[in-house]
C-alpha cells in the first residue's frame, strides 16, 4: 500500500537505501553472515513465556522469516492485509515482525499490556484481518484474550499463536521451528518491485486525548528514523545490542528492530525487567555479544537507576541509549555519572518522530534543536531526519524524512474518528507544550500533552480511562500524578478497592487502571513499562 505519490518518500529516503525494504536489509545480511549470531532470547523466558530460550544464527531466523510469511499467504490473506502482533520481546516478536513484511503485508504492533478494550479499538480502526499472539505471558493466556478481541472485531479473520496449550480455532506457529522445507511465496506486484520502499511498513497507535490515533509508517520513514539512532550513537558494524525495549511501537521500530539490522550484529532481548537477568546479558552471560563493543537500549530514568548501580563500571558499553517517551522528562540539570560510557538521549514524540541526541564530555543532555535536525547532530554535512518548529499555540511540530506524510487509514479525515492531522507545510502537532531558549535556539520541552497519561511507554486519554471507573462506581475518582521514573502514575479512590479491582478487571480495563486502585497502603509508584 502506497500513500500518495511514492516519489517523495524515495527522494526523502536514507541516502542508498531508497529502494530497500526492512526485510530485503535483513535478508542481505542472512545471505552474507548465515551463520552468525542474530536473535537472542532473554534468559529467564521460561519464568513468564512458553518455550526455552532461542539462540538463532541468521540463516535460522530468515528460514523462520520465509516460514511464517508463506503460512500468512497460505491462509488466504492478500497483500497489504494489516496483522496486529501483540507479543512480550522475545524472537518470536521480531521473528513475526519481519514475516509479516516479507509476506507483503503491513504489521500493527500493539502493547503488551494493552487490554481488551484498547486492542479491539485499534485493530477495528485500521481494519485488521488478524492477530499474532502467544499461549503464556505470565499467567495470562494471550490465545484466549486474542479469540476474544476477533470476536469483537468484524475484519479479524484469524488468531495465529506461539507456544504451548492453544485453544480451538488458533493457528499454531511453533511447528515452522520445524519445517525443513517451505511452500514458494508469490513474487511482489510490479509496484513493490519499483518502490518497494514506498509501501506502508507499520501502523503504529498514538493516543490524543479522544481516543487511539493509528499513525502508518512505510520502510523509507522507519530507516530513516533508526538511521539517526545509528549515527548518533556511531554504532559499528556488527554490534552486540541488548534491548529492553520491544519494536511494539515506531520508538521501539527504530531503537531496537533498526540499529540491529543497519548494524548486521547480535541482538539480545530482554523483557522489561529484570535487574539481575538484565546484569547477567550485560556481563557476560551472552558470549554471542562482542566484549566492549555493546550497546545497551534502556528507558531513560532506568538508564541513570543502572548507572548508580555500577553497571557501567567495567566499561564493556560501547554506548548506551536512553528512550524519553516523555520528553519533558530529560533531566537537564542531571549529568550522567559514566564518562567512559557514552550516554544518547533520544526524545520520542508519540508516533511521529525522535530526536537523538549525545551528550557531551561534561554529561549534560544536547539541546533540541529548533529548526532542522541532522545525524549526527555535531556533524556539518549530516543526513536531514527530521524538523522542528513551535505552533502559535505554543506546542512542538515536527515533518521530515522519518514522519509520516500521510493520514491513515485513506480518508479517515472526513470519518468524524481521532486522527492525527498534517498541518501548514506538512508540520505535526505532537502536544507537548513548549518554549524557546533563543540562546542556544533550542527547543525546551515543559510538560506533558493535554489530556493524555503517559506512563512508562503507554500513553492513555485520561477521559476515556475517567469514563471507564465511572461506569463502575460514579463515585470513584481518578487522577494522573508525576512520577520520577515513569513520567506519570494513576490514583484511584474508591468506596470498596477490592470490588472495584474485580470489576475494572472483568472489564477488560489496563491493569494500570487497576492498580491505581490497590490499598494506599501499599501504593509507590507505577510498574515501570
Known amino acids: 500500500m502506497i500513500l500518495g505519490d511514492p516519489a517523495p518518500a524515495a527522494a526523502h529516503a ?89 509476506a507483503g503485508m503491513i504489521v500493527a504492533p500493539l502493547p503488551l499490556l494493552w487490554r481488551r478494550a484498547d486492542a479491539t479499538a485499534a485493530l477495528a480502526r485500521v481494519g485488521a484481518k488478524a492477530l499474532i499472539t502467544c499461549g503464556r505471558v505470565g499467567a495470562f493466556n494471550h490465545c484466549h484474550f486474542g479469540m476474544r478481541v476477533a470476536a469483537e472485531v468484524f475484519s479479524v479473520r484469524y488468531v495465529c499463536g506461539f507456544g504451548d496449550n492453544l485453544p480451538d480455532g488458533v493457528v499454531p ?80 521500530i527504530c531503537l531496537t528492530l533498526l540499529p540491529w539490522l543497519l548494524t548486521g550484529g547480535a541482538l539480545a532481548l530482554h523483557h522489561p525487567f529484570d535487574a539481575d537477568v538484565l546484569a547477567r546479558q550485560w556481563h557476560g552471560d551472552e558470549p554471542e555479544l562482542p566484549p566492549k563493543a555493546r550497546t545497551l537500549i534502556v528507558p531513560g530514568p532506568v538508564a541513570f537507576k543502572l548507572a548508580e548501580a555500577g553497571v557501567f563500571s567495567d566499561g564493556q558499553a560501547a554506548a548506551v541509549i ?79 524524512a522519518m514522519a509520516p506524510h500521510h493520514m491513515f487509514p485513506p480518508g479517515i479525515e472526513t470519518s468524524g474518528l481521532p486522527h492525527f492531522s498534517i498541518g501548514e507545510g506538512g508540520f505535526i502537532d505532537s502536544g507537548y507544550p513548549c518554549r524557546i531558549d533563543t540562546v542556544g535556539n533550542a527547543m525546551v520541552v515543559t510538560g506533558p500533552p493535554s489530556g493524555v497519561v503517559t506512563i512508562g511507554g503507554y500513553r492513555f486519554p485520561l477521559r476515556d480511562l475517567q469514563k471507564a471507573v465511572a461506569r463502575v462506581d460514579r463515585t470513584a475518582t481518578l487522577a494522573a500524578l508525576p512520577d520520577p521514573l515513569v513520567g506519570q502514575h494513576l490514583i484511584g479512590n474508591a468506596a470498596d478497592r477490592e470490588a472495584m479491582k474485580t470489576a475494572l478487571r472483568a472489564a477488560g480495563v489496563n491493569p494500570f487502571v487497576i492498580a491505581a486502585f490497590r490499598d494506599l497502603t501499599e501504593r509507590g509508584s507505577a510498574p515501570a513499562a
Open 14 to 102: 536514507p541516502q542508498g537505501q531508497s529502494r530497500m525494504t526492512l526485510d530485503e536489509i535483513f535478508h542481505r545480511i542472512a545471505l552474507r553472515r548465515p551463520e552468525a549470531p542474530a536473535l537472542l532470547d532473554p534468559p529467564n523466558r521460561q519464568t513468564f513465556t512458553d518455550g526455552a530460550p532461542r539462540r538463532l544464527t541468521y540463516a535460522e531466523a530468515d528460514h523462520m522469516v520465509s516460514a511464517i510469511a508463506g503460512r500468512l499467504r497460505r491462509m488466504g490473506l492478500p497483500l497489504d492485509s494489516i496483522v496486529g502482533i501483540q507479543l512480550p520481546n522475545i524472537t518470536e516478536t521480531i521473528l513475526a515482525t519481519l514475516g509479516v513484511l516479507r
Open 322 to 400: 536512553a528512550a524519553w517517551r516523555s520528553p519533558d522528562r530529560v533531566p537537564a540539570s542531571a549529568a550522567w555519572p559514566e564518562a567512559e560510557t557514552p550516554l544518547v538521549d533520544v526524545s520520542i514524540f508519540g508516533e511521529a518522530v525522535l530526536v537523538p541526541g549525545r551528550r557531551g564530555t561534561d554529561g549534560r543532555p544536547s539541546l533540541l534543536p529548533f529548526g532542522s535536525v541532522v545525524a549526527p547532530r555535531d556533524s556539518m554535512d549530516g543526513i536531514a531526519v527530521a524538523e522542528l518548529a513551535r505552533t502559535e499555540s505554543g506546542t512542538v511540530a515536527s515533518r521530515g
Open 173 to 252: 506457529l511453533d511447528d515452522l521451528f520445524a519445517a525443513e522445507t517451505l511452500d514458494s511465496i508469490p513474487p511482489p506486484d510490479r509496484d513493490r518491485q519499483r518502490e518497494p520502499a514506498a509501501h506502508v511498513a507499520a501502523v503504529t497507535f498514538d493516543v490524543g486525548p479522544d481516543g487511539v490515533v493509528p499513525v502508518a509508517h512505510n520502510h523509507s520513514e522507519l530507516l530513516a528514523g533508526g538511521l539517526a539512532v545509528l549515527l548518533e550513537s556511531r554504532l559499528a558494524q556488527e554490534s552486540g545490542i541488548v534491548s529492553t525495549l520491544a519494536p511494539s511501537s515506531f520508538g521501539g
